[in-house]
């Protein structure tokens, strides 16, 4: 029996860091909830969000990654080649030998110098490479890195996650403190063997234990997380402008933000699951593009990811000035929410290779 | 007024959990809660033999040997103990068992405890196990699950007494309220007629509602005899007027008659008989609500409703704790939630608390004799309890 488990503490680097630059990528494809329910409930039945986006036939994690790796260079201005790391952290990686990462790192130009990597952790893969990142830059082995959470979600036909598994996310320059847009003022993980969700080698398709996915999976790491980086840092819902926790669907970070004391107006922004569904890598950070994209020098912001496994990776950043002038300099989250083609199952099926033609 | 016999069998002590989604409760935990819980109640009484009711735990957890698990684990390691098995009639199987053992002279203080572990694993796999408790050979492999045969009772009672659906809203809106004042339950909402009909459907015509939840839960109680138990207990005293048990085919296309729960009515007469009381004597009946058809051919069986006629006590209120025959008045298997093979040792848990005057809110006025029915499959076995407080006590 362990009697002596150490107190939790949060990772604080010796070297402030933060975020240079961040860019979004939606893919254009809508598929209405309603759709789902139609083919498969008989048009009966709730649905958990509004609408989710889809990937195109001529993209996947690679394509994807490296629109929104652009924007973020767009907004970061710095060089390629000095980026020390590039990490992309994925469920739908469309090689399961070869990385995503080197395609990417190549294709943005911050090869041959750095180091490549695919994350892998459930809908938290990426927020362990921001956490990586922290560490790297904060101990002085880099400046800059690339932490990326991609993802073409999939969701068996006619499961309760086809509503929501969707296709989207976004990239972040990360680097030192002076030249960031928003700077880490702590981050911590939270880990146990919590086996509610997977997907065995070979299966197309992830299995996920009903409503155990619930209480003692999502909310349970999510505020265990979210409290103890608070509590650390002696902050409280009331410090945070703007809160963002990962999106299954709409109604979780809703509850679990509730839970944590937050109000609603304060996870507004960065609520795109009822608009986009459940990019998994991509889901909290892209909610946090979206509030990075409104938020004002000084706010202070919580980003709280879950993956399923299970953990929550939690931060807390305090906007800089710079942030208003230089996230103008590419395309808005909300810009690409809007750019929208609606799609019916049959396209759905289609452009998601469902249909099985040898 | 009811005397004491030295030879009463007695509750001296009952203890129950919540009824929910344990996700951090094992089976064995669970059972020691409750039965942490009902020791207390007893005092000072130590357990020489325990039964263990349970219905799932081979195919869920994949534990046999109940008996010796929860001994061990409660802290009673040595003690003779078993499993009692009887698909959802198990609790009240198990408490009979308890019962003849203490009749028998050879064990003074007897505990048994419900336990069931359900959310273990995915549905699918506990609508598998349900199945189980049907003829694997003629129903279950055709497909037919427990909802299917609950079905087919409904649709055929609909429609041999040409009823609609709403007939049966008055179970569930009993159940709920109930539930609502119950804080061990699973569901504490009480819900009206109109949520009711807007229910999905689960299996034409049985609805959302019309179907019990399956959960985890435990219920323990403490068993000895009257000559054993302390001269000024803290709570009157409840004995075992009657325990009995009978069997009906266990499957449905075996039937004469659809609608006519056989064990249940073999059962209640057997034990009317050994209580001498009759229907009417019956303050208080915990009955097996898994369906609301259940309920309605439940009161039928039990003579407090002519064949056709069990709807119209929910219909018009003698169901509720104010009314005629109370039922399900901790919420029922419907809102209290059902622990398959633990729902026995609930009724009884319950109906104890109703004989004690410990019901909270629902409490039903001076009851002073109850009775606690508990079904297996489609009713193939019933396991029937007639508990009353005895005065003076």
């Known amino acids: 029996m362990d009697q002596t488990r150490a107190e939790p503490s949060i990772y604080q680097p010796d070297r402030e860091v933060g975020i240079v630059g961040y860019g979004s990528y939606v893919p254009r494809y809508r598929l209405p909830a309603s759709e789902v329910a139609r083919i498969w409930k008989g048009g009966s039945g709730g649905t958990p969000i509004q609408e989710k986006s889809v990937a195109g036939l001529d ?82 082995m880099a400046d800059y890195t690339l932490a990326i959470g991609m993802d073409t979600a999939q969701g068996r036909p006619g499961d309760a996650l086809e509503y929501t598994a969707a296709a989207g996310g976004a990239a972040y320059v990360i680097g030192p403190a002076e030249e960031s847009l928003a700077v880490f003022e702590g981050s911590y993980s939270y880990a146990t063997d919590t086996p509610d969700f997977f997907r065995r080698a070979y299966e197309k398709y992830p299995e996920h234990g009903e409503r155990f996915t619930g209480e003692p999976a999502y909310f349970k790491h999510i505020s265990s997380a979210a409290r103890t980086l608070m509590d650390a840092l002696g902050t409280t819902a009331e410090d945070y402008q703007h809160a963002v926790f990962h999106q299954p669907n709409a109604k979780f970070p809703q509850k679990a933000a509730r839970g944590l004391g937050f109000k609603p107006e304060q996870i507004q922004a960065g609520l795109l699951s009822p608009k986009i569904g459940n990019p998994y890598a991509g889901s909290a950070l892209i909610g946090l593009t979206a509030v990075l994209d409104v938020a004002q020098p000084g706010d202070h912001i919580l980003l709280v990811s879950y993956g399923s496994g299970a953990g929550s990776d939690a931060f807390s950043l305090r906007v800089s000035e710079a942030l208003t002038a230089r996230r103008e300099r590419a395309v808005s989250t909300q810009q690409y929410l809007e750019r929208r083609t609606e799609i019916d199952y049959a396209t759905y099926a289609r452009l998601r290779g469902k249909l099985i033609l040898k | 007024m009811i005397k004491s016999n030295p030879d009463d069998i007695l509750i001296a002590g009952l203890g129950i959990t919540p009824v929910g989604e344990h996700w951090d409760k094992q089976l064995r935990t669970l059972a020691l809660e409750a039965i942490s819980a009902a020791r207390q109640d007893a005092g000072e009484l130590v357990p020489e033999a325990i039964y263990v009711a349970n219905s799932l735990a081979p195919v869920l957890s994949s534990q046999t040997q109940l008996g010796a698990l929860v001994a061990d684990f409660a802290g009673l390691r040595g003690v003779e103990a078993y499993t009692i098995q009887a698909a959802e009639a198990s609790g009240g199987a198990a408490v009979r068992q308890a019962y003849l053992a203490l009749q028998s002279g050879r064990i003074d203080v007897a505990l048994v405890v419900g336990v069931e572990k359900i959310s273990e694993r995915p549905s699918a796999e506990v609508e598998d196990a349900l199945v189980m408790s049907g003829d694997a050979d003629y129903e279950a492999i055709h497909g037919v699950t427990t909802a299917a045969q609950a079905a087919l009772l409904m649709q055929r009672y609909m429609y041999e007494f040409d009823l609609s659906q709403d007939a049966f809203a008055g179970f569930c809106v009993n159940a709920h309220a109930n ?29 959302m509602f019309d179907a019990a939840p399956i959960a985890d839960g435990a219920a ?132 104890c608390l109703q004989l004690q005057g410990r019901a909270g809110k629902n409490q039903v006025p001076d009851v002073q004799t109850g009775m606690a029915q508990c079904l297996g499959g489609t009713g193939a076995t019933a396991a029937t309890h007639i508990l009353q407080r005895i005065d003076g006590s």
């Open chain 2, 220 to 351: 323990a109680l403490v068993l000895t005899r009257a000559e054993l138990f302390p001269e000024t207990p803290s709570h009157p005293r409840v004995r075992i007027a009657a325990s009995s048990q009978a069997t009906s085919t266990i499957a449905l296309h075996d039937r004469q008659d659809l609608l006519t729960f056989n064990a249940a009515i073999d059962a209640t007469n057997k034990a009317y008989a050994l209580a001498g009381v009759q229907a009417k004597d019956v303050q208080v009946f915990e009955l097996h609500d898994r369906f609301s058809i259940f309920a309605a051919l439940s009161l039928e069986a039990c003579g407090f409703a002519q064949r056709g006629e069990g709807w119209k006590l929910a219909k018009d209120g003698s169901i509720r704790p104010d009314g005629s025959i109370p039922i399900c008045t901790f919420g029922g298997s419907k809102a209290r939630g059902d622990s398959c093979g633990a729902t026995g040792v609930y009724q009884i848990a319950e109906l």
């Open chain 2, 179 to 207: 539930g609502a004042n119950n804080p061990m339950a699973m569901f504490q909402r009480a819900i009206d007629e109109n949520k009711y009909a807007k229910a999905p459907m689960l299996c034409s015509p049985v609805n």
């Open chain 1, 59 to 140: 993209e996947d994690v690679i394509t994807m990654a490296i629109e929104a790796a652009r924007n973020a260079l767009q907004r970061a201005q710095i060089d390629p080649s000095v980026i020390r790391a590039v990490w992309v952290g994925s469920e739908s990686h469309p090689y399961a030998v070869k990385p995503t990462s080197t395609v990417v790192a190549e294709a943005i130009g911050a090869t041959p110098h750095t180091l490549a990597a695919d994350w892998e952790f459930a809908c938290k893969a990426a927020t362990e490479a921001l956490q990586a990142s922290i560490g790297l830059i904060g101990s002085g």
